[in-house]
């Protein structure tokens, strides 16, 4: 079965600087898709990035990038110039390419705090 | 916008009720899933639905049931609830998968006395 696994369980980091939030995944499938969601306070989960396993390439939405490195089953979020309103719990999530359903499997989220 | 709506933020329940907790979606997904969060966690599925009356059971099923008559409302139930049912509650819809991203509903904080 997949894993997904956050090690982090509260992070900090100062106002305008930049922090990572690792994720590391267990999988036996060669194709999956990862999603990076953040929760702020008010409860709603967004999205915050997607990476498809067979993209080499690292996803990048504006201040948000991830570092995918497949062979580790690595997949880290970076939060450049970070802002206030970044504070929030993030989950990493996991799902299988052949799930049609879009089932997915969460890790168990990273409180992140910005100082100003 | 994707709207899922949750019928009640905050909801306060005896031990032995049962507890109906709605969630509506208003872009005719065909997918729709109920979580429960706890603190170190993270977001465990207790069901899901792909179409209309069809439903699986997720990681935690036990204590809990679903119904989906309608496309865009599923319904998780606690047949008979207990104090360790006491959790936040999320409900969420998505369109077909692949790396489409599944929406949220606010939450139910859910307290079983």
């Known amino acids: 079965a997949q894993t997904v696994t956050q090690s982090q369980p509260e992070m900090s980091v100062q106002e305008a600087e930049t922090v990572t939030l690792s994720c590391t995944y267990d999988?036996?499938?060669?194709?999956?898709?990862l999603f990076w969601y953040k929760q702020p306070p008010s409860r709603q989960m967004i999205l915050v990035i997607r990476?498809?396993?067979?993209?080499?390439q690292n996803a990048t939405e504006n201040r948000f990038s991830v570092n995918f490195q497949k062979a580790a089953k690595s997949f880290s979020l970076k939060i450049s110039d970070s802002q206030l309103g970044d504070a929030a719990m993030y989950f990493c999530?996991?799902?299988?390419?052949?799930?049609?359903?879009?089932?997915?499997?969460f890790g168990q989220g990273t409180t992140l705090q910005v100082k100003p | 916008d994707v709207k899922v709506t949750q019928s009640s933020r905050y909801l306060v329940k005896r031990t032995g009720e049962k507890v109906f907790l709605e969630c509506v979606q208003d872009?005719?997904?065909?997918?729709m899933f109920w979580y429960r969060q706890d603190p170190g966690l993270g977001l465990r599925l207790i069901y899901f639905?792909?179409?209309?009356?069809?439903?699986e059971k997720g990681d935690i099923p036990e204590g809990y049931s679903v119904s989906r008559e309608k496309k865009e409302r599923f319904s998780l139930i606690l047949e008979s609830a207990s104090t360790n049912q006491t959790s936040m509650y999320l409900c969420?819809?998505?369109?077909?998968?692949?790396?489409?991203?599944?929406?949220f509903g606010d939450g139910t904080r859910l307290s079983i006395l």
């Open positions: 990476q498809e396993a067979y993209k080499q």
């Open positions: 999530a996991y799902r299988g390419y052949s799930s049609n359903t879009g089932k997915l499997i």
């Open positions: 872009m005719d997904h065909e997918n």
């Open positions: 969420a819809s998505m369109p077909g998968g692949g790396n489409q991203p599944q929406h």
């Open positions: 639905s792909y179409d209309v009356k069809m439903k």
């Open positions: 999988t036996s499938e060669s194709d999956y898709y």
